[in-house]
């Protein structure tokens, strides 16, 4: 019986201490344990422990469960609190306010200095701005893009397959860009349309041809348009001209003389003096050729460029006449800058006040350079 009441007297202060609390373990330290129950470890504060439950370890600051760390079938997990885009959950040290966040469910947002700049789901990981770039999570095809925009899905980027990019707009592939043996090839697989370049409007419709481009044909490329500033003006109705002051250039449009135009493009016609209209300044190519029949027994006739009424002396062009009523042709090509509303004209004289001559012919041609 002594026996038995001795291993009692040794074995209860172990058996009260198991069931009682261990307080003050350090006191003298604020940030030691305060005390230690049943399967929970305080701090310094009674609002912040660390506690178990079944399968799973629970960090507790200020009353709020942080981070949970638990088993799940024998693969562990860290389970952090929602957070918000203003305080996200998962987050740095220097950064408080950038880290990621629980959206919605299945949905992770990714805040940066408190805003919700990227949203990532089952379906695409996208920014948040209208218009933002989104990687979409499905299989890219020729006509589907695998890297969109979050306000049209069907524009962006596709692939019809390995080593193959495909230009997507409105969920029709543009252009195809491949690789095979080293080599990189872009194909206009729908039309191909080029606005005004400030030199010329080139449009060129669907192309259906195949192989090298020395099998090309009109057919195979469909209709092609080159749209250049241009056009011409011819003497339509022959006259004659009077020059007032010998040696003095002049417009040639007096008496029955009368002009035509045609094939206009960025230019107007007024009485053989072509107006530019377009916008751009450009460079233009003029040639002019004329036929004159002199009424003077002798003349020195010649002809010039104009361009705004000022006859430009490196065009100059003349015949000697000898003979009444006699024919010479004269021409001239020229290159010259024409800005908005700039005109030229052919002017003309002769060498003696009030010589007279028919102007037979005079076509004068102007284009883009």
């Not at 024998?74 to 996200?88: D, E, K």
């Not at 010998?246 to 007024?270: C, K, Q, V, W």
Request: some cysteine.
């Amino acid at each position: 019986m002594k026996k038995i009441l001795f291993i009692l007297w040794v074995l209860m202060p172990v058996v009260s201490l198991a069931q009682s609390d261990i307080k003050n373990l350090d006191p003298g330290i604020d940030s030691t344990w305060q005390s230690l129950e049943t399967d929970t470890l305080y701090l310094a504060r009674d609002s912040t422990y660390i506690t178990s439950e079944a399968d799973s370890l629970k960090f507790v600051v200020d009353d709020t469960e942080v981070l949970r760390l638990r088993d799940v079938a024998g693969v562990g997990q860290a389970l952090f609190a929602n957070g918000t885009a203003a305080l996200p959950s998962i987050v740095l040290f220097n950064s408080p306010t950038t880290g990621f966040f629980r959206a919605a469910s299945n949905r992770i947002g990714i805040a940066i200095n408190g805003a919700w700049t990227w949203d990532i789901d089952g379906s695409q990981f996208a920014g948040l701005a209208s218009g933002a770039s989104a990687m979409r999570q499905l299989d890219a095809t020729a006509t589907i893009p695998g890297l969109a925009f979050n306000n049209d899905a069907n524009t962006g980027i596709g692939s019809a397959g390995l080593d193959s990019l495909s230009l997507i707009a409105g969920g029709v592939e543009g252009i195809k860009i491949t690789e095979g043996g080293g080599e990189i090839r872009v194909i206009v697989t729908d039309s191909l349309d080029i606005p005004d370049l400030a030199t010329s409007d080139i449009t060129v419709l669907t192309p259906t041809s195949t192989g090298g481009i020395g099998a090309l044909e009109t057919a195979d490329i469909g209709d092609v348009a080159l749209n250049h500033s241009g056009g011409l003006a011819y003497v339509s109705t022959e006259g004659t001209q009077t020059i007032g002051t010998g040696g003095t250039f002049e417009r040639l449009n007096e008496g029955a003389i009368a002009y035509t135009s045609d094939h206009l493009s960025d230019f107007t016609h007024d009485d053989g003096r072509l107006t530019y209209t377009g916008t751009v300044t450009k460079h233009f190519a003029i040639s002019a050729n004329v036929t004159i029949e002199s009424d003077e027994v002798t003349a020195l006739v010649q002809i010039r460029l104009a361009k705004g009424g000022s006859t430009i002396a490196g065009t100059n062009m003349q015949e000697d006449y000898t003979v009444q009523d006699t024919d010479a042709s004269m021409g001239f090509c020229w290159i010259l800058e024409l800005a908005t509303n700039e005109y030229v004209e052919v002017f003309g004289t002769s060498d003696t006040n009030g010589d007279t001559f028919v102007l037979h012919n005079l076509t004068m041609c102007i284009k883009q350079h």
